[in-house]
Each structure stands twice: as C-alpha cells, then as structure tokens.
C-alpha cells in the first residue's frame, strides 16, 4: 500500500493544479468573448470587400493586371506562420507547425534545398521551434500578439507586400488556424501573394452595377492593397480566437482529468488508511491473546 503521507501530498498538489486550471480556463473564456466577437464583425466587411473587388475587377475584362496579381517564376518563398507566444492550449500550435513543414515537403522543397525560402514567425512559440531547426527565420515581428491592432498588422502585411513586389519573394504564403467554435480550429494555408482571383470571384455578384470614380483602374490600384491588409488582419484574428478557443478546451480537460485523478487518489488514500488501521486492530488483538496465554 501507498505511503499515506505521500498520498495525502498528492492530493494537495492536484487540487492546487486544478485550482490553476480552472482559473486559466475562466481567463481564457473572458478573452475568448471579446476575441470572437471581433472576428464575427470582421468576417463580413471581409466578404463585401472581397465582392466589390471582384466586381471591379470584373469590369475591366482582362485590360488590367494588377501588380500584386502577376506571377512569376517561384525561386524565393516566404511563409508566414501564426502561432500563439504560450503554450497550454492542446495541438494549436503543433498542428500549424506541421501545416508549415507539410507545406514545404509538398511545395517548396526544393527553394528550402537552395536556400531560399524564409519563414516569417507571428508569436514565439513559431519563432522558438523554426530558430532551432536551421530555418532563414525573420524576427522582427514575432511579438505581435502583444498588441495585435490593425495598424501593427498593417506594418507585417507590408512588409511582405513591398517583399513580393521588389522581388524579394515570388510566393508569399500564409499559414493560420481559423475559428469555427470553441472546440474546433480549421488550419488553413493560403497564397497571400501573387493574388488568386478565384477566390474572389466566388464573392462577384454579376448583376452588380458600380459607378466608378474617378476610374475603376484607380479604384483596384487602391482597395487591392488595401485589401490585402484587411485579409492579413483577418488571420490574425481568426488566430487569436482560435488560440483563446483551444486553451479554454484544453484547460477544461485538464481540470476535469484532475478530478478523475483526485477521485483515484482519494480511494487509495482511503484503502491505505483502511488497511493500516486494520492492521493495528489485528496487532491489538494479536498482544491480547499473547498476554493471555502468557
């Protein structure tokens, strides 16, 4: 039988793990609100803006090509990867990692063979595991989590933007985990650059009619920028709530396994105790009957 006193320590040490787990989860459902509400609230001015660019684009029949649209030959890749800066939040981090080293296994071996593929890390739970295995990691913007505004944002998006169309990089791509509910995270890899106009053509709504001023060339010069920041933002919020999403579940695991472990605990505590007590019952008796036959 176990040693009561290391039972008993046991026990204290689960509840004070348990206590830690509860209130991670409470804190992790107070940032979980305000995260999904604001990516409810983004996801449709995403999808109009997503429409009225198709739309536009659609407009100029082909005459127009926009710069951020032309593709080239892929020698030099950069991919962003957003993971969270702490850990404690099951696979999410994980599993973007393994998005990332699928996606150069699939895509991109060969820019990897020959030195030209970067990775671009958002938290440091990314910058931590591609620092230590030999990538051309680019640190400058891992912390964004700290303050993940538009405008902090803005400067990451250009960053790659003024990347692509400089030549620095001939494929961006964009590797995130986007929110469904609480307990489900779709990982998502997307080619943030060159443009893919599939996917807003989905969005065009052909009996749509724009006035356009002062020209529709000026107008798709303007929002694809644009547009393309509001699409980076979105994946950082969808990475955000994702990430609040997943600590909560792991967290509400984690306390409902210490309770099955305090429940274990508990009944060896009480079978130990039993069988010492029983034990020094028998010893009793046993000096008894000694002392009577003495």
Same mark, same amino acid.
């Given at each position: 039988? %176990?040693? #009561?006193?290391?039972?008993?320590?046991?026990?204290?040490?689960?509840?004070?793990?348990?206590?830690?787990?509860?209130?991670?989860?409470?804190?992790?459902?107070?940032?979980?609100?305000? %995260?999904?509400?604001?990516?409810?609230?983004?996801? !449709?001015?995403?999808?109009?803006?997503?429409?009225?660019?198709?739309?536009?684009?659609?407009?100029?029949?082909? @005459?127009?090509?926009?710069?951020?649209?032309?593709?080239?030959?892929?020698?030099?890749?950069?991919?962003v990867v957003i993971?969270?800066?702490?850990?404690?939040?099951?696979?999410?981090?994980?599993?973007? &990692?393994?998005?990332?080293?699928?996606? &150069?296994?699939?895509?991109?071996?060969?820019?990897?063979?020959?030195?030209?593929?970067?990775? #671009?890390? #958002?938290?440091? *739970?990314? #910058?931590?595991?591609?620092? *230590?295995?030999?990538?051309?990691? &680019?640190?400058?913007?891992?912390?964004?989590?700290?303050?993940?505004?538009?405008?902090?944002?803005?400067?990451?998006?250009?960053?790659?933007?003024?990347?692509?169309?400089?030549? =620095?990089?001939?494929?961006?791509?964009?590797?995130?985990? =986007?929110? *469904?509910?609480?307990?489900?995270?779709?990982?998502? %890899?997307?080619?943030?650059? !060159?443009?893919?106009? @599939?996917?807003? =053509? =989905?969005?065009?709504? *052909?009996?749509?009619?724009?006035?356009?001023?002062?020209?529709?060339?000026?107008?798709?010069?303007?929002?694809?920028?644009?547009?393309?920041?509001v699409q980076f933002y979105?994946? &950082?919020?969808?990475?955000?709530?994702?990430?609040?999403?997943?600590?909560?579940?792991?967290?509400?695991?984690?306390? @409902?396994?210490?309770?099955?472990?305090?429940?274990?605990?508990?009944?060896?505590?009480?079978?130990?105790?039993?069988?010492?007590?029983?034990?020094?019952?028998?010893?009793?008796?046993?000096? %008894? @009957?000694?002392?009577?036959?003495?």
């Amino acid at each position: 039988m %176990a040693n #009561l006193k290391e039972v008993r320590t046991r026990i204290q040490s689960v509840k004070s793990t348990q206590q830690i787990t509860k209130a991670m989860k409470m804190v992790a459902a107070s940032k979980l609100r305000r %995260a999904q509400d604001a990516i409810l609230q983004m996801r !449709p001015y995403v999808q109009k803006l997503y429409g009225i660019l198709g739309n536009a684009a659609a407009s100029l029949d082909g @005459e127009q090509q926009s710069m951020y649209s032309v593709e080239r030959e892929v020698n030099k890749v950069l991919i962003v990867v957003i993971t969270s800066d702490r850990g404690l939040c099951g696979a999410f981090n994980t599993n973007a &990692i393994k998005a990332v080293l699928s996606l &150069i296994d699939e895509k991109y071996k060969a820019q990897e063979r020959n030195g030209n593929l970067w990775i #671009l890390p #958002l938290g440091k *739970k990314s #910058l931590d595991y591609f620092g *230590k295995q030999n990538y051309k990691v &680019i640190e400058d913007y891992y912390q964004i989590f700290g303050d993940p505004t538009f405008e902090k944002t803005k400067e990451v998006a250009d960053f790659a933007m003024q990347g692509f169309l400089s030549g =620095e990089f001939d494929a961006v791509e964009l590797v995130y985990n =986007e929110f *469904k509910n609480v307990a489900t995270q779709i990982l998502r %890899a997307e080619q943030f650059l !060159p443009i893919s106009n @599939e996917e807003k =053509e =989905e969005e065009t709504d *052909k009996n749509t009619n724009y006035i356009f001023e002062p020209s529709v060339e000026f107008i798709i010069n303007e929002m694809i920028p644009r547009t393309l920041k509001v699409q980076f933002y979105k994946a &950082i919020l969808e990475s955000n709530a994702s990430e609040h999403g997943a600590r909560m579940t792991a967290m509400d695991q984690a306390t @409902e396994n210490a309770g099955e472990l305090l429940n274990d605990l508990r009944l060896i505590y009480n079978r130990s105790r039993q069988a010492a007590i029983t034990n020094e019952i028998i010893e009793i008796v046993g000096g %008894a @009957e000694a002392l009577e036959n003495g």
